[in-house]
């Protein structure tokens, strides 16, 4: 397995066509990037980018877009009764 930084996740990323990339905060790591402007939830509370795999980064950014894109769902309609 091969040593996980922050390019080799921002590669990983490019390579499956995402279009955002990691950087590192105080104790986290956030997810930038034109795919990501609008959500709003974008960190993934790791402290050390290797506390994961390039695969779980993946993940990572997979599950925060299904978060983000519930969030950001208008509510829906009730029907009258």
């Known amino acids: 397995m091969s040593r996980v930084t922050l ?16 950087a590192k905060d105080a104790g986290y790591f956030l997810i930038r990037g034109p795919a990501v402007t609008e959500w709003l939830n974008r960190s993934v ?11 779980q980064w993946v993940e990572a950014y997979r599950k925060l877009e299904r978060e983000n894109r519930q969030l950001l769902q208008p509510p829906k309609k009730r029907r009258k009764r």
């Open 45 to 55: 509370a790791v402290e050390h980018i290797g506390d994961l795999s390039l695969e």
């Open 7 to 22: 390019p080799a996740v921002n590669a990983e990323f490019a390579k499956r066509g995402i279009e955002a990339f990691l």
